[in-house]
């Protein structure tokens, strides 16, 4: 059975960081694109980051220059570090493998 697990999520100050951890297990890892999804309050799912096995990465433009998708394919794990929070960043933020497999999610709220 495949299991992601989203790690790393909290409560932060704008202008803060944060650092989103995806463990997975049951499956094979290093080939598979792995994206980061955010849903915030009243709003739709939406693709927040995404690396492919070769550690090609690609942003949302909200994100861009803020955000870093990062990967260990020995650990399958998958990295967010998020700088730079806004307010807008708020949101429930989910791990996502091969476009099929997802974790529980981890909350993130950017507040003063």
């Known amino acids: 059975q495949v299991q992601l697990v989203e790690s790393g999520g909290g409560s932060v100050q704008p202008g803060g960081s944060l650092r989103l951890s995806c463990v997975a297990s049951?499956?094979?890892?290093?080939?598979?694109?792995a994206r980061w999804y955010r849903q915030g309050p009243g709003k739709q799912r939406e693709l927040v980051a995404s690396?492919?096995?070769?550690?090609?990465?690609d942003y949302a433009d909200s994100v861009k220059g803020r955000f870093i998708v990062s990967r260990n394919n020995v650990y399958k794990s998958v990295f967010l570090q998020m700088n730079d929070l806004k307010p807008e960043d708020t949101g429930t933020y989910y791990c996502?493998?091969?476009?099929?497999?997802w974790g529980q999610g981890t909350q993130v709220t950017v507040s003063s």
């Open positions: 996502n493998l091969r476009n099929y497999w």
């Open positions: 049951g499956t094979t890892f290093g080939t598979f694109i």
């Open positions: 690396i492919t096995g070769n550690d090609i990465t």
